[in-house]
């Protein structure tokens, strides 16, 4: 595997706000997606930031592309094939084209192959049609996909991406993340991201982290979750009929939200469906969480 980060016992502690960081392990590799994910305030900005190299350490180990950095002119080397983008991204001033042009040449980009390279970029991403257009002009959705191509003229072997989809519709997240995935694997990249959207990220990460009260509590592939109990999540039409029919049966569950998340024992969750068919229970929403970190939350 080539490993572009890797690190191990990263502690950050904030001493006024009594929060540590604590994450035993890490390895981002090219050609894959790490997705970070957890409640709101436990950590997954700070994991990011301290990633990309805006942050330092308390204590740990960590090295990018092979190596460690230990002085400025270092850090400014690996800083160049980091690609960051922040959750809150910085308003651009006249048209995206100029922006992405003047990035192109702060790139050192010859200026006979600027055209040419942000012809193909833009038109890889499907923005070519927005290029002359200015920021108030365009959706949040684009914006960020503009952001993401600024930070791509740079060629940058690690992504770092602070709740890129937090503010998409459903269709601008998947593609954005289809997008994500292509780039992975075309231009040798590792990628990593935080999200809310669990069942999104899960589906194109190779890896997640999740970190609950500062604490990585599962880092890995999805396929390693430990299951001592088959999980399903469902939404039903009548819950009164559900609890029913789980009062006569071994399986336990709780409400999370508008959700019932029953553990079935070792039950596989198509049989599981089968019984609540047969029982004429109507499914609005149902999903097997066995192996997905939503069951961590």
Do not use: C
Request: net charge neutral; proline share 3%.
């Amino acid at each position: 595997m080539n490993a572009l980060y890797t690190a191990e016992k990263l502690i950050k502690y904030y001493p006024k706000s009594n929060f540590k960081l604590e994450i035993p392990a890490v390895q981002l590799a090219a050609n894959t997606i790490t997705g970070v994910v957890g409640e709101n305030g436990n950590g997954k900005t700070t994991l990011l930031n301290i990633i990309a190299g805006n942050l330092s350490i308390d204590t740990g180990n960590y090295s990018y592309f092979a190596a460690t950095p230990k002085t400025t002119k270092d850090w400014e080397r690996i800083k160049d094939r980091i690609g960051f983008i922040p959750q809150r991204i910085p308003k651009w001033y006249g048209t995206l084209l100029q922006n992405l042009q003047l990035k192109a040449a702060v790139e050192k980009i010859p200026t006979e192959a600027i055209d040419n390279e942000l012809d193909t970029l833009l038109d890889f991403l499907g923005l070519s049609k927005y290029k002359h257009l200015k920021w108030t002009e365009i959706s949040t959705g684009y914006r960020l996909r503009f952001e993401l191509a600024r930070i791509l003229i740079g060629n940058p072997e690690l992504l770092v991406l602070d709740e890129p989809i937090a503010n998409l519709d459903i269709n601008a997240q998947q593609q954005f993340l289809s997008d994500l995935k292509s780039i992975a694997q075309e231009r040798n990249v590792a990628v990593i991201l935080s999200s809310q959207q669990l069942h999104e990220i899960e589906t194109v990460a190779d890896q997640m982290i999740f970190i609950k009260a500062g604490k990585a509590v599962f880092s890995g592939n999805i396929s390693t979750l430990e299951t001592a109990t088959n999980t399903i999540e469902v939404l039903v039409k009548d819950e009164a009929k559900l609890l029913e029919f789980l009062a006569n049966t071994a399986f336990t569950h709780e409400k999370r939200g508008v959700y019932y998340q029953i553990q079935i024992g070792d039950t596989l969750g198509n049989e599981f469906l089968y019984e609540l068919i047969q029982k004429g229970i109507q499914i609005n929403y149902y999903r097997d969480i066995s192996k997905s970190t939503k069951k961590l939350f």
